[in-house]
Each structure stands twice: as C-alpha cells, then as structure tokens.
C-alpha cells in the first residue's frame, strides 16, 4: 500500500509566508508543482488561474500595477506571462521575489533545471553527453533555457528543427562565444542512435502568426516506436510536456521515456528553489 510522505518531513521555510502564483498562460505542471511546493513548505497560498481573465488584465490593467497590487498581499510571486521579458518587468518594480513560471516564447528556467536535474540523476553525470534538443526551437521556453543551462557543461547540443522554427541567431551566436560544441540539423536520422538524451516538445501552434507555418512543420519529427529503437540503449527521452503529438503514447512503455519521472522532479527542484530564496 502507498503511504504519502508526512509534510512534517519537509523544512518549513514558507511558513508565516504567503506565496501567489499568477498566471496569464495555462498550466498545469508548472503551476500545480509550484503550489504543491509551497504548501509542502508551510506557504500560504493566493492562486490566480487564468489570469488574462479573472484578473483586472481583462480590465487593462498594466502588469506593473497588476504586481504592486500583488505585493500588498505576498511574500512572493511565481509568475508566468505571455510576453517575452515580463519577468524581468515585474522584478524590476516588485519589492518581493518574483520567480519564472514561464514568460511567453522567452524563458523558462524551473523547468530547465528539473530537466537537468533528471539528466543528473539517471545519467550520473552532465560533461561528456550528446544532447538532441528538437522541435519548435524558436518558441519553446522550455527549450531556450535547457540550452542555456547546459551550456556551462561540457556536453554537444544537436539543434534539431525546420528553418522556420530554428533556434534564433542571437542565441546561436551565444553559443558560439561561449564556445559550445553543437550542430544544426533539420534531421534526426543521421545522429539518432548517438544522443544519450533526447529533449522533445510540441510545435507551439499558439506562437505562430500565420497557421499555414503552422500546418507545414507540426507533423515534422514525431518519435514513435520505430524511431526509439535507433537510439542507444541507455538513453533518456524528455519532453516539458504537455504532449500533443510530437511522442506517440506507445513510447510511454519504453523505460528509456523518463518525461513523467521529470514531472515528480520537478516537483522537488521546485521546493528547492523556494527553499533557496526564503530559507534565509
């Protein structure tokens, strides 16, 4: 029989403290893990789902004046906003922490260290490991900010994508400074059966401006069975989920798919985010 971990077991470093989580964008991982999280450690919490509708934003309220109200009633706020450098808007003008739940195509740096974190945990180590991240590299968060982190690591990145959807220059420019083995490829079949992790995620329809882009490229690397048996026996399948066609289900099975072991992760990196920024 399952028995749940007491919450007695977890620090309190949350308590007396009360923590919203915003958000202007659907979610369901982020912002349920988050709010698990703060309740784990002993955190009050205001929730706003939906944001863009049960919020004064439907009003026209300005995010600015959407978080000075916000810090009259929180110690802390995870946000997540549709537009790229929201983030960073709101930490400016906030007297309280504000924490990334996502900022439109931008960034998404939780959800990069849960990946990193399993990555870690299954592969015992970073350095020495060939990466395939593939999909909408142009819009996925997700995405741009696995990039980043592993870019301190001495590992080589396969960018994976049709041109329409190709990590930016700016970003490969940045990887070329900072001296990151990586390639190009609009394929995986060349390199599937190298990679010790592959990192899927869905082509965001809801990124695009023109849905003819869209119908062109969202069928373009679909990993099903036959795909997985190229790759190499101990490799790890990723996805930030959620999953709209890019796995098919029947992957599921297959125990190198360690997406929904990435989900309690994050549950636990999440914690530890809190913990760092409020245990002192």
């Given at each position: 029989m399952f028995e749940a971990s007491p919450l007695s077991e977890y620090p309190k470093p949350l308590q007396y403290l009360t923590m919203a989580t915003v958000f202007f964008e659907p979610s369901t991982r982020t912002r349920l893990s988050f709010e698990?999280?703060?309740?784990?450690?002993?955190?009050?919490l205001l929730t706003v789902e939906n944001a863009s509708i049960s919020s004064s934003d439907k009003k026209g309220e300005s995010l600015e004046d959407t978080i000075k109200t916000l810090n009259?009633?929180?110690?802390?706020?995870?946000?997540?906003?549709?537009?790229i450098g929201s983030v960073d808007r709101a930490a400016a003008i906030s007297k309280v922490p504000i924490i990334s739940g996502g900022d439109g195509g931008g960034e998404h740096p939780t959800q990069a260290l849960l990946e990193l974190y399993t990555i870690q945990k299954i592969k015992s180590k970073v350095d020495g490991l060939k990466v395939g991240i593939v999909g909408d590299l142009k819009h996925s968060r997700s995405h741009h900010s696995l990039i980043k982190l592993l870019s301190i690591y001495d590992v080589e990145l396969y960018l994976i994508a049709p041109k329409v959807i190709a990590l930016p220059e700016e970003q490969l420019a940045?990887?070329?400074k900072l001296g990151v083995k990586?390639?190009?490829l609009d394929g995986w079949d060349d390199v599937i059966g190298e990679l010790d992790v592959l990192y899927c995620n869905r082509i965001q329809k809801e990124r695009f401006k023109f849905i003819e882009d869209y119908q062109a490229v969202k069928d373009k690397y679909i990993l099903n069975i036959q795909t997985a048996r190229k790759m190499k026996k101990d490799a790890i399948i990723l996805?930030?989920?959620p999953r709209i066609n890019e796995i098919d289900p029947r992957v599921d099975t297959d125990p190198r798919a360690k997406y929904f072991d990435a989900v309690k992760n994050g549950l636990y990196v999440r914690m530890a985010v809190l913990d760092y920024i409020f245990a002192s």
């Open positions: 698990t999280a703060i309740q784990n450690l002993g955190g009050q009259a009633y929180a110690d802390g706020i995870i946000l997540r906003h549709p537009e940045e990887l070329k990586y390639r190009v996805d930030p989920l």
